[in-house]
């Protein structure tokens, strides 16, 4: 099965890193703190669990960039 592309908000390709349990690529977001803030339940440098195109948990973490962007950050193994 060939991997969806993903782009970024200026239309250039997001990074990517194998999933841990299928080894298919999965993508890195960015995302603007203003969306995060929104969010109750997120906290900054919290763990978090989400599930990628693949149907896998994707364990990442999201770090700050800068000018108010944060960088999901792979952590692990599941």
Request: with cysteine.
């Amino acid at each position: 099965m060939t991997p969806p592309i993903w782009l970024d908000e200026a239309c250039r390709p997001c990074p990517t890193y194998p999933c841990v349990i299928c080894e298919r690529e999965t993508s890195l977001y960015r995302a603007h703190g203003r969306h995060l803030w929104s969010r109750a339940d997120w906290r900054p440098y919290q763990i978090e669990r989400t599930p990628s195109w693949c149907g896998h948990p994707s364990v990442t973490v999201l770090l700050p960039e800068g000018d108010g962007w944060w960088r999901k950050v792979p952590v692990g193994a599941v």
